[in-house]
């Protein structure tokens, strides 16, 4: 099979474009729109730069986007309590805290402290779960693979007997099979 090329930027605009759609839709009907909080601990170039795009991005698509920008030096208490505050707010829908988290801080303590129906990342452990059992319990997929997924349905790109590669988080091949 020839390799095909996905316009991913038209993928993108066209997904943008839906949700942009459905807030709309929901603003109309119920007069709410979705929120997002993101909370960024320090100052990472990196993580300066994500949390920017997500921002950007979730206000262009008009969402309720608050973004926390707190010190490096925060404590783990004071963080898990504005993870809480935001658990407890009705009018945020979503949860991203940035990692990595300063190495004072357990971020496993944080990401399992994070509402699991507000986990945008997904990486609480009934998320986990719950992406392992599929269905409709899945609320908020890993966004990477969500969105590989989602260029190869778009595409149409034929999958059945297509040669795959999953390479884990440390960057080692883990697999290769026939799908």
Do not use: W
Request: charged content about 25%; hydrophobic content about 40%.
């Amino acid at each position: 099979m020839p390799a095909q090329i996905i316009d991913g930027r038209a993928v993108s605009k066209a997904i943008l474009d839906e949700i942009r759609g459905d807030v709309v839709k929901m603003r109309n009907e119920t007069g709410k729109v979705p929120g997002l909080v993101t909370i960024l601990v320090g100052e990472n170039p990196a993580s300066v730069s994500y949390v920017t795009l997500k921002v950007r991005t979730a206000l262009d698509l008009g969402f309720n986007e608050v973004q926390e920008n707190v010190d490096p030096e925060i404590s783990e208490v004071d963080l898990l309590a504005l993870v809480e505050r935001y658990n407890a707010d009705e009018s945020i829908h979503g949860i991203l805290v940035q990692l990595p988290l300063p190495d004072h801080i357990d971020e496993k303590k944080v990401i399992y402290a994070i509402d699991p129906d507000k986990d945008v990342d997904g990486f609480h452990p009934v998320n986990v779960g719950r992406l392992m059992i599929g269905g409709d319990e899945v609320l908020f997929p890993p966004c990477t693979p969500a969105g590989i997924q989602e260029l190869i349905v778009r595409s149409g790109v034929e999958t059945e007997g297509a040669e795959v590669v999953v390479v884990g988080r440390a960057g080692q091949v883990t697999d290769v099979g026939q799908v």
